[in-house]
């Protein structure tokens, strides 16, 4: 199993979310509000050597943990949906997942996705 991280534009959750429950591999998600900043440090444009204070952007990121399987279909979804080519579309990182238990159930591992 592997957890996807997705830090994108606020205004495209709603996009996302939609996709996500259109597909078989929507087992669940944890959306929160972030700040950050990438390699722009917050600015539209950063000129080189330029020294700046970075400026933190509100962000939103998504995590889902999914079977290793789905990881590539998952990221497309993503892609597909938050991609608009500016600066600031986001990132995803992917990490692995030890185990999952379903707390109810004690179910373990992918049966508790
Ligand atoms: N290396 C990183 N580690 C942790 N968070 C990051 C990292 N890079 C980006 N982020 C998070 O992702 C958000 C969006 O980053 P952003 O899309 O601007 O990345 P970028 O590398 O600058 O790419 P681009 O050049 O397309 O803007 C940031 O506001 C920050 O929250
Ligand atoms: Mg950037």
């Known amino acids: ?3 996807i991280e997705a830090i994108i534009r606020t205004e ?3 996009d996302v979310k939609r996709a996500l429950s259109r597909t078989e ?5 944890t959306v929160c509000q972030v700040l950050g900043f990438g390699k722009q440090q917050g600015f539209a444009e950063l ?5 700046v204070v970075p ?6 990121k998504v995590e889902m ?3 290793d399987e789905d990881v590539e279909t998952m990221i497309e979804l993503i892609q597909a949906t938050t991609l608009t080519g500016e600066v600031g579309d986001g ?3 992917v990490s692995p997942i030890e185990n999952v238990i379903r707390i ?3 179910e373990r591992g992918e049966e508790a996705l």
Not at 47 to 51: E, I, L, P
Request: aromatic letters at 4%; glycine letters at 6%; zero cysteines.
């Open 104 to 106: 109810r159930t004690n």
């Open 12 to 14: 495209k959750l709603e």
């Open 91 to 93: 990132k995803i990182f």
């Open 55 to 60: 400026s933190l952007l509100a962000k939103v």
């Open 25 to 29: 591999h929507n087992h669940g998600m």
């Open 47 to 51: 000129v080189r050597g330029q020294k």
């Open 65 to 67: 943990v999914v079977k």
């Open 1 to 3: 199993m592997k957890k």
